[in-house]
């Protein structure tokens, strides 16, 4: 079982920034990957970044250029930070963990809402 907890979210206007972390503990070896979710009222859940052990990310196209995702091996940490925050990229952010594109653990979430 692996244990995820965010924080970091906020309000901030259009044009600022935010980091989210996340804390990793419980069974930190059955996992290679982790990432970022985010889910708008009345729209799925969708990818934001994900970065497996191998090194290799992912970023979906509406935040490449503007968020960053990293990780912290020594610390079991992740995390996003997010520039040039736009009003669409207002969300509900999970922090997620599993094997390759395969989630299996999900953090509760930490709300992050964007003032235009």
């Known amino acids: 079982q692996v244990h995820l907890l965010e924080s970091g979210g906020g309000l901030v206007q259009a044009g600022g920034s935010l980091r989210l972390s996340c804390a990793a503990s419980?069974?930190?070896?059955?996992?290679?990957?982790m990432g970022w979710y985010r889910q708008a009222p009345g729209k799925e859940r969708e990818l934001v970044a994900r970065?497996?052990?191998?090194?290799?990310?992912y970023y979906a196209d509406s935040v490449k250029g503007r968020f960053t995702i990293s990780r912290d091996n020594a610390k079991n940490m992740l995390y996003l930070q997010m520039n040039s925050l736009k009003p669409e990229d207002t969300a509900k952010y999970y922090c997620?963990?599993?094997?390759?594109?395969?989630?299996?653990?999900w953090g509760q979430g930490t709300q992050v809402t964007v003032s235009s």
């Open positions: 997620a963990a599993g094997w390759d594109t395969r989630t299996d653990y």
């Open positions: 419980g069974s930190i070896g059955s996992i290679n990957a």
């Open positions: 970065k497996r052990s191998s090194g290799s990310t």
